[in-house]
């Protein structure tokens, strides 16, 4: 017995409510239906199903096996899905979405050397410093740095990335370091309306996270505008990691209450799960993950 065939057989009987509804399903015979039935019972030695002349209804075993056997006959069909999918040469349209700064950074060269790869794609790169919604506006591949909610998303983890205070070594040299969350209320600071929108920054508070309200003497919804003025010696400002590594490698920015951070945030390449994942957003991810794993490593702050 072909077992497979006869699960999916069995499953289809359930789901057509009839062995005539299963043979017309399969594009078989009633008696080929009625014979697979009666072997996988056999093969059990279970019933399965109780049948009468009018209808068919599930016994306890019937509804238990019904289930296993439906999952499993989906698992086999997304891994029989996920190899042609693989095989298949990406092509068509691709939108992806990432923040502004780290997809200038990381995610653009990503998607530039994909694309160079696969000259049947057409690419479209949307930088935005919000959360973004993918299946109401129409994307495909997402790279989101944050905890990702129970969602019908599908999360990729790629690595994390901190919440990290810095100043100018003039402006610190003009002020002092701050030794406390608390003692931000008697310095100036800049805020970054994409990783504050309120101007509350996170610290560590034990295991919990900690708000502190700040007054910003200047703040921009667009990091490098925030940057710029943090470099300047306008004040204190929280950025995340990867933002900042380049500034202070170079001296330019100096990070201060490093003890206060909040754990880190992941960084993941999301897409929406559906269950026929196509060959463009498969090629992408699978080519887009390791390489952000690598530049997260190489750029982070620790």
């Known amino acids: 017995m072909d077992k497979l065939r006869a699960m ?3 499953v289809r009987i359930v789901e057509g409510g009839s062995l005539t509804a299963a043979a017309d399903a399969l594009h078989t015979s009633l008696p080929s239906v009625v014979r697979q039935l009666a072997a996988l019972e056999a093969a059990l030695d279970v019933r399965l199903l109780n049948r009468t002349t009018r209808r068919l209804a599930l016994t306890d075993e019937g509804r238990e096996y019904y289930e296993h056997a439906k999952r499993l006959l989906a698992d086999v069909e997304d891994a029989e899905a996920a190899l042609s999918a693989r095989r298949a040469e990406p092509r068509g349209r691709l939108r992806v979405t990432a923040s502004v700064l780290f997809g200038r950074l990381h995610v653009a060269p ?3 050397d994909f694309c160079a790869r696969h000259p049947a794609v057409h690419a479209e790169l949307i930088l935005l410093d919000r959360p973004v919604d993918l299946l109401e506006e129409g994307l495909d591949v997402g790279v989101r740095i944050a905890a990702l909610p ?10 994390s990335t901190r919440r990290v205070v810095c100043a100018s070594p003039a402006y ?7 030794d406390s969350p608390e003692a931000l209320a008697g310095h100036r600071c800049v805020g970054f309306r994409g990783l504050a929108p309120d101007h509350e ?4 508070d034990g295991p919990r996270i900690r708000r502190v309200k700040v007054e910003p003497a200047i703040a921009s919804n667009q990091v490098d505008v925030a940057l710029a003025a943090c470099a ?6 929280q950025f995340l990691c990867y933002q900042v590594s380049a500034a202070i490698a170079a001296g330019t920015l100096v990070r201060v209450l490093a003890s206060h951070e909040p754990a880190a945030v992941p960084v993941q390449v999301i897409y929406p799960g559906t269950r026929r994942l196509s060959a463009n957003v498969r090629a992408l991810v699978d080519s887009l993950a390791p390489r952000l ?10």
């Open 150 to 159: 129970d969602s019908s998303l599908v999360a990729v983890p790629v690595g």
């Open 201 to 204: 920054w996170q610290f560590a």
């Open 110 to 112: 990503a998607l530039n």
């Open 172 to 178: 610190l040299e003009r002020h002092g370091l701050p």
């Open 232 to 237: 300047d010696g306008l004040g204190l400002g």
């Open 293 to 302: 794993r690598k530049s997260l490593a190489a750029g982070s702050v620790q």
């Open 8 to 10: 999916d057989t069995f």
